[in-house]
């Protein structure tokens, strides 16, 4: 079992930026495709963005240009960096992981962190 812990959610104004962390535990994180994904309240949890096992992001396209995620496969972390935020970014954001690739899809994804509050002010 994987075990996923996000942190580094808070509040910020329109336009500041964050920056969300997911440790891994294990010493497996190279072999994991890693994800964010966000949930607004009341709303579905979607996909925001997704990291292969070499380092190939993708992108929902509400985000592009302003997120980025990356991995550092010696630390067992994957970073989501977060800039010119919009309070429609407000959201639950969650890491996830899987062993295979899994596309866009939360169900694809095995394993979860617990989640982290982004707070977006206008």
């Known amino acids: 079992q994987v075990q996923l812990v996000e942190s580094g959610g808070g509040v910020v104004q329109a336009g500041g930026s964050l920056r969300l962390s997911c440790a891994a535990s294990?010493?497996?994180?190279?072999?994991?495709?890693m994800g964010w994904f966000r949930q607004a309240p009341g709303k579905e949890r979607d996909f925001v963005t997704a990291?292969?096992?070499?380092?190939?992001?993708y992108y929902t396209d509400s985000v592009k240009g302003r997120f980025t995620i990356s991995r550092d496969n010696a630390k067992n972390m994957v970073y989501l960096q977060m800039n010119t935020l919009k309070p429609e970014d407000t959201a639950v954001y969650f890491c996830?992981?899987?062993?295979?690739?899994?596309?866009?899809?939360?169900?694809?994804?095995?394993?979860w962190g617990q989640g982290t509050q982004v707070t977006v002010s206008s």
């Open positions: 294990g010493r497996t994180f190279s072999t994991l495709f």
């Open positions: 996830a992981a899987d062993k295979s690739w899994p596309g866009y899809r939360s169900e694809s994804y095995d394993y």
């Open positions: 990291i292969s096992r070499s380092g190939d992001t």
